[in-house]
C-alpha cells in the first residue's frame, strides 16, 4: 500500500505538477531540469529505504508474533518485537525524510519557476498554439 501511495500517486502527482507549472504561469519550461533529476533519484532512494524497511519489519514481526514457547505461550511480547524493529524504524524514518527532502526540491524548483521572469519572456516570445476550426 505504501510503495503504491509514494511511488504510484506521489510520482504522477509530481509529474502533473512539473508539466502544469509551465503551462499555467505561461513559461517555456521549468526553473531547472537538473533539480527534477535530483528530486527524482533523492525521493526514488528514499521510497527504496522506506518499503524495504516495513517489507522486512513486518516479516520478522509476524515470525515473531508465530513463535511459541513448549507450554504453548508467546515467545515474544509486544514489547520485545516492538524493540527488535527500532533500527527498522529508524531505516523509514530516514527514507521518508528523503521523500520529504525530494519534495521540498520540487517546492523550490516550482517556487522559482513561478517567479522568473526570463522564463515567461522566453515563452511570450514563441508562438502559442491556435487550434483550426
Request: proline letters at 2%; one cysteine or more; hydrophobic letters at 55%.
Amino acid at each position: 500500500m505504501h510503495s503504491g501511495a509514494l511511488g504510484w500517486v506521489g510520482y504522477i502527482s509530481f509529474g502533473a505538477i512539473y508539466c502544469l507549472v509551465p503551462w499555467l504561469w505561461n513559461r517555456s519550461r521549468l526553473y531547472s531540469l537538473q533539480l527534477v533529476n535530483w528530486h527524482f533519484w533523492i525521493s526514488t532512494l528514499g521510497i527504496v529505504l522506506y518499503i524495504s524497511a516495513m517489507w522486512v519489519a513486518g516479516i520478522m514481526q509476524g515470525l515473531m508474533w508465530r513463535a511459541y514457547t513448549a507450554l504453548g505461550f508467546l515467545e515474544y511480547s509486544f514489547i520485545e518485537t516492538t524493540e527488535a524493529m527500532h533500527g527498522y524504524y529508524v531505516i523509514r524514518a530516514l527514507g521518508g525524510l528523503l521523500f520529504l527532502t525530494g519534495a521540498i526540491i520540487m517546492a523550490y524548483n516550482i517556487w522559482m519557476t513561478i517567479r522568473s521572469s526570463e522564463l515567461a519572456e522566453s515563452a511570450a516570445a514563441r508562438p502559442q498554439f491556435v487550434p483550426a476550426e
